[in-house]
């Protein structure tokens, strides 16, 4: 079974920045999309970011465009969420996810993965 390995998670000041890990050691990494979620208290897990197959476009859920950038280093098998100017708001377990057959469609949808990390929290105060 494949495993994703997030790491990163930390209490931070509102403003602050903050980088989330995801590892895939045992993906043909290069194959899969590979996405960020996040999970508020209360809420449905919601979409962050995701890349194209392969990591060459970026694409963003609109609560985090301009602040968030998710991008992978193919080689180390990780991906990356970089979050700026933290807010309250982006307060969650952020889950990191892989999927072989997500279309332009379904990338904001969490049933278009296949794996999923065992979240890292994410606190943020003000």
């Known amino acids: 079974q494949v495993q994703l390995v997030e790491s990163g998670g930390a209490t931070v000041q509102a403003g602050d920045s903050l980088r989330l890990s995801c590892a895939a050691p045992g993906r043909a990494f290069t194959h899969y999309t590979m996405a960020w979620f996040y999970h508020a208290p209360g809420m449905e897990r919601e979409f962050v970011a995701a890349d194209s197959w392969g990591g060459a476009t970026a694409y963003y859920g609109d609560a985090v465009k301009g602040l968030f950038t998710i991008y992978r280093d193919n080689a180390q098998k990780t991906v990356y969420l970089t979050m700026n100017n933290q807010r309250p708001e982006d307060a969650a377990v952020y889950y990191c996810?892989?999927?072989?057959?997500?279309?332009?469609?379904?990338?904001?949808?969490?049933?278009?993965?296949?794996?999923w990390g065992q979240g890292t929290q994410v606190t943020v105060s003000s």
């Open positions: 996810a892989d999927g072989a057959s997500v279309t332009g469609g379904t990338r904001a949808q969490a049933a278009s993965y296949d794996s």
